[in-house]
């Protein structure tokens, strides 16, 4: 399941929706990206996502899809906020649940790299020297990425 929101996400009620009732359950995985206050030596003070709706939602499915054909997933969640946030906000969320640690584990790993290289969101920071500028890609996000072509 994924979803593309503005509004803030509470990581445990997420948790106790995706696993309730659920008895096969064996692992459960979060990671949750957070803005933080730097990049790049800079100072952050708050972070822009945008988005084409519809376009990125069609992107995430896609990558979770790939993902449950590749590891045997109970259940799957993706959130991804737009919009401004502050620091220390919540911007992504993923769940994985496996009857098993194992793909647990990898499925999320492999959720985050791809969303970080295929999900299309453009990010702008606010910092605190008063610019602004859009947040470009990272070669250690691409090449964290190639490891599960």
């Not at 995430?60 to 502050?86: F, N, P, S, T, V």
């Not at 970080?116 to 602004?132: H, I, Q, R, V």
Request: proline residues 2%.
């Amino acid at each position: 399941m994924i979803r593309v929101q503005s509004e803030i996400f509470d990581t445990g009620e997420e948790i106790k929706k995706l696993t309730a009732g659920a008895t096969n359950i064996g692992a459960v995985v979060t990671f949750t990206g957070l803005v933080r206050d730097f990049n790049d030596g800079s100072g952050i003070t708050s972070l822009t996502l945008e988005h084409y709706p519809g376009m990125t939602e069609k992107e995430l499915a896609q990558i979770e899809e790939e993902a449950r054909k590749r590891w045997e997933l109970d259940d799957c969640l993706i959130i991804h906020r737009y919009g401004r946030m502050e620091v220390t906000e919540p911007i992504v969320l993923v769940i994985t649940a496996s009857a098993h640690r194992k793909d647990a584990f990898e499925a999320a790993e492999f959720l985050m790299d791809w969303l970080k290289t295929k999900a299309p969101f453009w990010k702008l920071e606010e910092k605190t020297d008063g610019n602004s500028g859009w947040v470009e890609e990272r070669h250690s996000d691409l090449d964290a990425a190639k490891r599960w072509e």
